[in-house]
């Protein structure tokens, strides 16, 4: 028996330590292990393959909407920050560098990739020349390295897995649009195929990204009331491509600057699905992205087994080439009430019980994660009754963290009535802001809470700054945040 599993022998209650519980349940699900660097993890087979399923999903969605994958360089020359002032200030803190390399100290410091903005304007300037070249619709995955003083497995780590879209276009329009096209993208994969409910708006100045003229993001609800960014598209405008001189000549013949954007994605999204699903018994995962979709456990006497696993193999075959994630678990050497704990801390969407009983009667009985219950289904409907299930798990997931999250979203006129419900609750709050950087800074330093985004569309509007009342310009949501 590994070290880790007798460490983590049983899972803390979500009530009584939300992060140990999420420590607990990761580490016993065997998702990812720490690694001997600071701040690393290493992603073990079924934590990567619920990466690889967000992957695929999303790389699906983006090549619909027009982008082509490509990739750049890890490393990026110190010179290239310094073009864009505010990008270097907003990431300078975070960059690792290196300085040496075969032995030779670097004629120009190379900074490990943080995010590829920089790198890639300056290739962008090398291949356009013309507006016939627009728009430029490339993304790439790969991993970035950010030096965070506090990490916490998947949500913020040292290294970490992203993609990272970065387009140019002619004009500020096609530009808006293809920003809040991405967002919409990362939306709609949040809540149909994560089953997490998200808030849709555009950051403060203060919370935009380094270098953005505008930042949109989608904040999700943790069920211990934290946010977590999902995922951000950034309207860039005009500054990188000045910075990088990424001019293209019009249909006029007049040389102009192309409007950039970014968007992305992490990692983040499996540790906010786990804190968004997850229960005291571990895992809960979202059908469409669980490594395991469903697990065959043949029951019954042993005398029985030369029966009963014969035709559990045949049910196996049956959902497995129906394209569904399928486990059959036969083993002998652990009982069946041990392997339906295991398979629900595992977090696997449906049990199949299967005994000499179910066979006798032609079915299997369907357990559903979520809610417990049992549904005998004919063993030739099995395909339909699986799928059926974890459609149902699905809807059932997104509708709880949908109750969850309005269950605690409350609005509020002023900065006591803020902190008092930020020190004795859990949860988001609406309320109005002024646009001032000192009245925003006052919510954070006073109640702990930090500007989420502006919602599109808030459950109502308010009038008046929560800090020093005067006509509010926002209503925002604020939240504490991982």
């Known amino acids: 028996m590994s070290k880790e599993k007798q460490f983590v022998k049983e899972i803390t209650p979500q009530g009584e330590d939300f992060s140990r519980w999420y420590i607990d349940a990761i580490s016993k699900a065997e998702l990812m292990s720490y690694s001997p660097v600071r701040g690393c993890v290493v992603l073990r087979p079924d934590g990567y393959e619920i990466w690889e ?101 998947f949500l913020r780590t040292t290294e970490f897995l992203w993609q990272e879209g970065h387009t140019a276009h002619e004009d500020e329009a096609d530009a808006r649009k293809e920003t809040m096209q991405m967002l919409e993208v990362y939306r709609d994969f949040a809540e149909n195929f994560l089953a997490i409910p998200v808030i849709m708006g555009q950051k403060t100045p203060s919370e935009k990204f380094a270098g953005a003229v505008d930042t949109y993001s989608i904040e999700a609800m943790m069920k211990d009331g934290k946010a977590v960014q999902a995922g951000t598209s950034h309207y860039l405008g005009t500054n990188f491509a000045q910075a990088f ?9 007049t040389q102009q600057f192309v409007h950039t954007t970014s968007w992305g994605v992490s990692t983040r999204l499996i540790g906010a699905l786990i804190m968004v699903h997850g229960d005291d018994r571990g895992l809960a995962l979202p059908p469409k992205v669980a490594p395991t979709q469903a697990v065959v456990i043949p029951i019954g006497p042993s005398k029985t087994r030369d029966q009963v696993v014969p035709r559990a193999e045949e049910m196996f075959y049956e959902l497995k080439r129906a394209g569904i994630r399928v486990k059959l678990d036969d083993s002998p050497d652990q009982s069946p009430g041990w392997k339906f704990n295991e398979y629900e801390m595992r977090g696997v969407p449906i049990r199949i019980e299967f005994g000499p009983r179910d066979m006798e009667n032609g079915q299997a009985v369907l357990v559903s994660r979520v809610t417990g219950e049992k549904r005998p289904v004919k063993l030739d409907d099995i395909v339909q009754e699986v799928s059926k299930m974890l459609d149902e798990v699905h809807d059932a ?37 002024c646009g001032s950087d000192v009245c925003e800074r006052q919510v954070k330093e006073e109640a702990g809470a930090t500007s989420r985004n502006i919602p599109f569309e808030p459950a109502e509007h308010k009038t008046k700054c929560l800090v020093c009342g005067e006509k509010a310009k926002h209503t925002v949501v604020f939240g504490k945040s991982y």
């Open 397 to 433: 997931m997104y509708n709880n963290a949908k109750t969850f999250m309005e269950s605690n979203f409350k609005a509020f006129d002023t900065l006591d009535e803020v902190k008092a419900f930020m020190g004795a609750q859990r949860g988001f709050v609406l309320a109005g802001w």
């Open 53 to 153: 399923n967000i992957q695929r999903e999303l790389d699906r969605k983006f090549k619909e909407t027009g982008h082509r994958n490509a990739y750049f360089p890890l490393f990026i020359p110190e010179s290239f920050f310094q073009k864009e002032k505010e990008h270097v200030e907003g990431f300078n803190p975070e960059l690792p560098w290196v300085t040496e390399a075969g032995g030779e100290k670097l004629e120009e410091r190379l900074a490990i990739r943080p995010t590829s903005e920089t790198m890639i304007g300056h290739m962008y300037s090398n291949w356009i020349n013309s507006y016939r070249d627009l728009p430029v619709l490339i993304n790439q995955w790969a991993n970035v390295v950010r030096w965070e003083k506090r990490t916490l497995p």
């Open 245 to 253: 001189d990424i001019k293209y000549l019009d249909r006029d013949n």
